[in-house]
T-cell receptor
Framework: RKEVEQDPGPFNVPEGATVAFNCTYS??????FFWYRQDCRKEPKLLMS???SGNEDGRFTAQLNRASQYISLLIRDSKLSDSATYLC?????????????FGQGTTLQVKP | DAGITQSPRHKVTETGTPVTLRCHQT?????MYWYRQDPGHGLRLIHY???????DKGEVSDGYSVSRSKTEDFLLTLESATSSQTSVYFC?????????????FGPGTRLTVL
């Protein structure tokens, strides 16, 4: 079983749609959770951290379910510029090394 | 932007030659990382550093070595490049605290080994 699993997609949605991505992780000791965005042939960039109580940043909402070891990202009112690959990221083994484990990513294509 | 540069940005080399990639940061971050990204595998950690002269292996360290003689520079060396090391290499930095391990990435180096 992969440490972080995501549906690779692609998700093809029209502008204005709401789309949700899911991610599961295997290490119950993980404490830090993130969503990164990666545009084609570019570096990953932090989209948002994910907090236990859930958090929102504009059109983006992240949720964490520790019991099920499940993370989600909801994008409302999709824009063409949201087209990218979204990486689910979880911190690695215990210890303060800052090691992160990356999912393979979910590709989103927003169409006019 | 996080003040990270990588050089070279693109390189084509031949099997068996040594290759060194450089990561340079201006942020004075303690931790630096080297990843490779390949289709079907996502980002995989090669080596990381937690201070000057302090390094450790990641999950795919075979065939790679690293050095960190200054806070701002982290070098990745392929001792004898192989075609399986054709990949995109990303450097990242972070200063982990108890509540966040956010990493910031450089622009990447595309390496082709013929």
């Amino acid at each position: 079983r992969k440490e972080v699993e995501q549906d690779p997609g692609p998700f093809n949605v029209p502008e204005g749609a709401t789309v949700a991505f899911n991610c599961t992780y295997s290490n119950s000791a993980s404490q830090s959770f993130f969503w990164y965005r990666q545009d084609c042939r570019k570096e990953p960039k932090l989209l948002m951290s994910v907090y236990s109580s859930g958090n929102e940043d504009g059109r983006f909402t992240a949720q964490l379910n520790r019991a099920s070891q499940y993370i989600s990202l909801l994008i409302r009112d999709s824009k063409l510029s949201d087209s990218a690959t979204y990486l689910c990221v979880v911190n690695g083994p215990t210890g303060n090394t800052g090691k992160l484990i990356f999912g393979q990513g979910t590709t989103l294509q927003v169409k006019p | 932007d996080a003040g990270i540069t990588q050089s070279p940005r693109h390189k084509v080399t031949e099997t068996g030659t040594p290759v060194t990639l450089r990561c340079h940061q201006t942020e004075n971050h303690r931790y630096m990382y080297w990843y490779r990204q390949d289709p079907g595998h996502g980002l995989r950690l090669i080596h990381y550093s937690y201070g000057v002269k302090d390094t450790d292996k990641g999950e795919v360290s075979d065939g790679y070595s690293v050095s960190r003689s200054k806070t701002e520079d982290f070098l990745l060396t392929l001792e004898s490049a192989t075609s399986s090391q054709t990949s995109v290499y990303f450097c990242a930095i972070s200063s982990p605290a108890s509540s966040t391990d956010t990493q910031y990435f450089g622009p990447g180096t595309r390496l082709t080994v013929l």
